[in-house]
């Protein structure tokens, strides 16, 4: 069974940094490109980063770039975000989610597995 | 502000069928086949119902249905039933620059 398990969220001051983990199991971690999709109390899902199956391709939403950085660790099956220079918009619950489907350059169609979440919350 | 335009909410009666509508630009959806659509339940996380524009996962009821046309895809849920009450996100890649943008999301109710 698939199973992504995000952790690492809290409170932070705007101007903070905070580290997100995402511990998979039940596939093959290091075959698949993984994401961060956060969303907002209250609102929407966005998309924030992306990395492919070996690291080779990252990509970063606007609002993001910059500041967060995304990793992973093939050995450990788990994916990484940090988080740096927290701004008070950056407050949602993240989620990792598995990326699949028809890939180009780390870039695959759909998410078909998501986490149940972490709550960042950025507040002084 | 969402990239992609959803309706804020949507109602059916058991048994109906309803349309949800995800309106983009020639940028993303008008673009590319790869519109998906995501189920949330309150305090859960997203679940996968149809991807690339009209395909449907494993496990998922063939109540679901996905379509496009021009810049507009859409989400048809047949035989509407109580546990179909949630919140639905459409999804669409936009190209490498922006990737990925989601609609706003839509709440279903079943009256």
């Known amino acids: 069974e698939v199973q992504l398990v995000e952790s690492g969220g809290g409170l932070v001051k705007p101007g903070g940094s905070l580290r997100l983990s995402c511990a998979a199991s039940?596939?093959?971690?290091?075959?698949?490109?993984m994401n961060w999709v956060r969303q907002a109390p209250g609102k929407g899902l966005e998309w924030v980063s992306s990395i492919s199956s070996s690291s080779s391709y990252i990509y970063y939403a606007d609002s993001v770039k910059g500041r967060f950085t995304i990793s992973r660790d093939n050995a450990k099956n788990s994916l990484y975000l940090q988080m740096n220079s927290l701004r008070a918009e950056d407050t949602a619950v993240y989620y990792c989610a598995r990326a699949i489907g028809y890939c180009i350059n780390g870039v695959c169609s759909y998410f078909d597995y998501w986490g149940q979440g972490t709550l960042v919350t950025v507040s002084s | 502000q969402s990239a992609l335009t959803q309706p804020a909410s949507v109602s059916g009666s058991p048994g109906q069928s309803i349309t949800i509508s995800c309106t983009g630009t020639s940028s993303d959806v008008g673009s590319y086949n790869l519109v998906s659509w995501y189920q949330q339940h309150p305090g859960k996380a997203p679940k996968l119902m149809i991807y690339e524009v009209s395909k449907r996962p494993s496990g998922v009821s063939n109540r679901f249905s996905g379509s496009k046309s021009g810049n507009t895809a859409s989400l048809t849920i047949s035989g509407l039933q109580a546990e179909d009450e949630a919140d639905y996100y459409c999804c669409s890649y936009a190209g490498s620059s922006t990737y990925w943008v989601f609609g706003g999301g839509t709440k279903l109710t079943v009256l």
């Open positions: 039940g596939f093959t971690f290091s075959s698949y490109s």
